[in-house]
Each structure stands twice: as structure tokens, then as C-alpha cells.
């Protein structure tokens, strides 16, 4: 099982691949990083489960939104349609969608490069989602079947 010290030394390790020297921790094992002025992503270490948990706040919903959306987000959540091994989640005071996917810290670790990858590939997820909402809320035209892109595979 990993410990909170190869938490940090990963870290410190994707701090070199990456440039970001935001991919720091906090004295709980936080890190939460700006990223394309649109998401916090957050990165918190389990040390019981030695899983890094990332969460990403992906909309904010209004507290009219259509039952589709919702519908959707359940769908997902229940049966991880579309959501590459993640789920999501609904902070209820605020309606918030957050998006959460768990890495093995014993995995990752072993290729930072793949990591990164990784996130890159749930934020492209986090983009699809956000739009899917947003078309939703906006009335428009929602049937069609699912496109390609959305349907991205996430091997950490």
C-alpha cells in the first residue's frame, strides 16, 4: 500500500513532466489546479484505499434544470455511460456537477506521462459533459445518438 510520502514524491514527479509547480499539496494531501480558466481540477490522496481521487467541478445547474439532465447524469453515474470509469456527483446546496474518478496511486506512479494523459482525457470528458448540459438547458435538439468523441477510454 502506498503512503502519503509516495503521494508527495509522485507529485513531485509530475511537478518535473509538467512545469506546474501548482501540483503541490496542502498538509491534507489537496492540490487543486486552475486549468484552461475553466476547471479546478483536485487531486486528494486516500491513504486507506492508496487511491488518488480526482474531482472535477464541471457546471454548475440551474435549480429549474430539466429532468433529461438530470436523467443524464444519473445514467451515467449508475451505469458509467459515458463517463470512462468516473461518476458524478451533485453538491446539492449549489447544484454543482462535480465529475470523480479514482487513479491507484501504485499504478500511476509508475508512468507520470500516462497521468498526465489521463487528465487530459477526463478533461476533454469534462468538456463533452458540459456541453451536453448545456445544450440540454438550452432547449435544443438532444436526441442524436452519441458521437465518437464521446465515448473516451481511460487507461491509467
Known amino acids: 500500500m502506498r503512503t502519503r510520502e509516495d503521494y508527495d514524491n509522485f507529485l513531485a514527479e ?37 487511491r488518488v481521487l480526482c474531482f472535477i467541478e464541471v457546471a454548475e445547474l440551474p435549480k429549474d434544470a430539466s429532468r433529461e439532465v438530470y436523467r443524464d447524469l444519473l445514467a451515467g453515474g449508475l451505469f458509467g455511460k459515458e463517463t470512462a470509469g468516473g461518476y458524478f456527483s451533485l453538491e446539492p446546496d449549489t447544484e454543482t456537477v ?54 473516451i477510454m481511460i487507461h491509467p
Open 14 to 50: 509530475v511537478r518535473k513532466s509538467t512545469g506546474i509547480d501548482a501540483l503541490t499539496p496542502d498538509e491534507a494531501g489537496l492540490v487543486t489546479v486552475r486549468v484552461q480558466d475553466e476547471y479546478n481540477v483536485n487531486l486528494q490522496f486516500v491513504e486507506a484505499t492508496g
Open 98 to 151: 462535480v465529475y470523480n474518478y479514482f487513479f491507484d496511486l501504485e499504478t500511476v506512479a509508475q508512468d507520470v506521462e500516462e497521468f498526465v494523459s489521463t487528465l487530459e482525457k477526463i478533461l476533454q470528458l469534462c468538456d463533452i459533459w458540459a456541453e451536453r448540459m448545456k445544450s440540454k438547458l438550452g432547449g435544443e435538439n438532444t436526441t442524436s445518438e452519441a458521437s465518437e468523441d464521446n465515448n
